[in-house]
DNA sequence: GATTAGCACTCGGAAGATAAGAGTGCTAGC
DNA sequence: GCTAGCACTCTTATCTTCCGAGTGCTAATC
């Protein structure tokens, strides 16, 4: 059933008024807005209580919105805002700060989205499960070489080796030989302890090394595929009346301290096709977050892979502004990440704005 | 002056009461433990309250030890406990987990002290500025080729450096004699724009190459000298009792988070000769610590390198306990990093570690 | 029929009053 | 020098009282 229009701009105002003061709203307040007296609001107000959008806190207080009516302000009610030039500015200054890695680049956004919505947030980029496109072995002396391998998914990654004992550049070549021809294109689980076996033996004397590269290689591989994720702002939470309590505050602070829950549920929850999903209280898989709400955005981080950016609030979220400012972030982690002139995703549009940089 | 036995005894009491139930003590509660009456105690209370070792909240309250109190029973009257073997086998296990990054590494010992202390933690090493040792070019492929930066301080990163326009082996080659001439042995703060264009005249086709290498190298070495620093549990504030209230929380918390401070604050300061501190409210310099109280670890990070670990909580702090758990973490950490069978530092234990891991 | 003014009623929160209890300081006796 | 006893102090919890914001309903008005 349709809203009348009047019930309409009454809930609206009754959930921005809210948002913004935290008190419950009484008629009395709306009666200058909307246009008409106290008594015609109560009635609005009474009806739009017996169809759920409104809430009591007791008989005689004013109303508060209901996740449903949240849900009602969020779908079609709230006017979608723009963020500020000066905050576009602030954030394009922060996104086009020098080259960085991307787990760097998550933290640095999660900061990012705390301060410029004032609420905790958190960054992530999901990751496919990657393989090993080439190994290079950079001899550096008698004792000591470098492992460098590169990955499916362009990323790079190094290790000194060290050794107590004397090796040969030819026995590093071996080396290289080696494991180019048997470990290149294996994700993490398809590297078994047989294959390192069987790559000893054919190593001659130089199968003590294999292990230790083996192993890096793992190493590698599982950290290409976990998602790199930056919290930040968690402390922003006690700024809000709703988490006055310190026990309250301290549980949901744990609770997104620890990302691994939101990052699982995430991946079950889908994305509106407009990369912006508005979760509300109850709506909210984990039980930590029944009394609170999620804006998440998502954003094309090149190579296939998505990244999510998001913020926790009270259900008394200032949604709108809140959903502005993350698309806008979003926008731009795409443009930086997987823009039209970054076709191959982030290490290389790094470095052409780099070079950007220095040709002015 | 010199306290008499019983004054000792009484203090240490009052402190060890007041540590475990944060409310003030009163005589009647200690008669039994100090075995005699309570009408002494309070006579015994009153002096040491006259000496400023102690204080009380109001005329009719308990006594709480007041910050010189804390100092005393610091310095000599608490006992040095030792960690359980429970606790030191949770601590070993943790620290013995595969290889890691030192940010990483960092990160994780944060959470660790965190939650062996049930106080917010953070961790650090502290590095000195660091310069080029060799650069290694791998080309592979004609629009692609990686930068291997091996640093003094034995750390390597590396670059995938992706091109719109081709460019042949020799190219690189020529890049690389060229880096490896100019660059290597410079701080960051050394490397000019001029000797960057000199270079770009000295490159001939490959000069439009020098400037991302360059700044990449800068990169390299500014991200070496700055701190990599963990903090964690930064809500345990929240469940000890002077925390309360959101208001201080939240300051404390924001405080902690934004480790920047701690970490000035840190170089102002030495340490004690055991390599631990304990910092007690208005002892502390920052002016958000002034009510807290900061007890710190540093430990032996290998190549020169210093690194401490600390933990932040109520003047009411666990000291003793929270004490012995530091210095068997930092003592872990020194073994880890610059332990006996680890003259090269960082990365040379930890792939030494791995080898044994693998031939067991 | 929708809107509004008026009014009795409800209920939560603030302010004040009272009571209980923990702890002190002091004095006098051992 | 220690202890028992006692009057006194001051906080905290609980209970009352009171105020006012806000409601729901009814009757009058547009």
Redesign the interface.
């Known amino acids: 059933m349709e809203l009348s229009e009047r019930k309409k701009r009454i809930l609206t105002a009754v959930v921005e008024n809210y948002i913004a003061t935290a008190e419950p709203v009484g008629s009395k307040a709306l009666a200058e807005t909307i246009g008409c007296s106290s008594a015609t609001i109560r009635n609005e107000m009474s009806e739009l209580t017996g169809m759920g959008y409104l809430e009591q806190p007791h008989t005689s207080a004013g109303r508060v919105p209901s996740p449903a009516g949240y849900r009602l302000y969020v779908n079609e009610l709230m006017e979608r805002q723009k963020v500020t030039e000066a905050e576009a500015a602030a954030i394009n200054e922060k996104l086009s700060q020098?080259?960085r890695q991307l787990?760097q680049l998550m933290s640095d956004v999660g900061q990012l989205t705390s301060s410029m919505t004032q609420y905790p947030a958190y960054a992530l980029t999901m990751k496919p499960p990657a393989a090993v496109k080439?190994f290079?072995f950079?001899y550096?002396d008698q004792n000591t070489f470098?492992v460098?391998v590169?990955l499916t998914d362009?990323?790079?990654?190094?290790?000194?080796?060290?050794?107590?004992f004397s090796v040969h550049q030819e026995q590093v070549t071996t080396l290289s030989t080696l494991f180019n021809a048997n470990f290149t294109g294996l994700t993490d689980g398809e590297i078994t302890d047989q294959l390192i076996r069987s790559t000893e033996r054919a190593a001659g004397d130089t199968y003590?090394l294999v292990?230790?590269v083996a192993?890096?290689t793992i190493?590698c591989l599982t950290s290409a595929k976990t998602a790199p994720m930056g919290v930040?702002?968690?402390?922003q939470l006690?700024?809000q009346p709703e988490?006055?309590d310190?026990?309250k505050?301290?549980a949901l602070?744990?609770f997104i301290?620890n990302g691994d829950r939101l990052v699982s549920d995430i991946a079950k929850m889908g994305m509106e096709r407009d990369g912006l999903r508005v979760t509300i209280g109850p709506e909210n898989l984990a039980e930590e977050l029944k009394d609170s709400s999620v804006v998440m955005a998502s954003y094309d981080a090149g190579d296939g892979m998505r990244g999510y950016i998001g913020v926790v609030g009270p259900t008394r979220m200032d949604y709108s502004s809140v959903a502005a400012k993350l698309s806008y972030i979003a926008a731009g982690l795409s443009r930086l990440l997987a823009g039209p002139d970054a076709p191959?995703g982030l290490?290389?549009k790094l470095?052409?704005k780099?070079?950007d940089?220095?040709?002015q």
């Open positions: 020098r080259e787990e080439r290079d950079i550096v470098i460098v590169l362009n990323t790079v990654k190094n290790k000194l080796v060290h050794l107590p003590g292990a230790v192993s890096f190493e930040a702002g968690a402390s006690l700024s988490y006055r310190p026990d505050a301290h602070m744990n301290s191959a290490n290389n470095v052409l780099e070079r940089d220095h040709e």
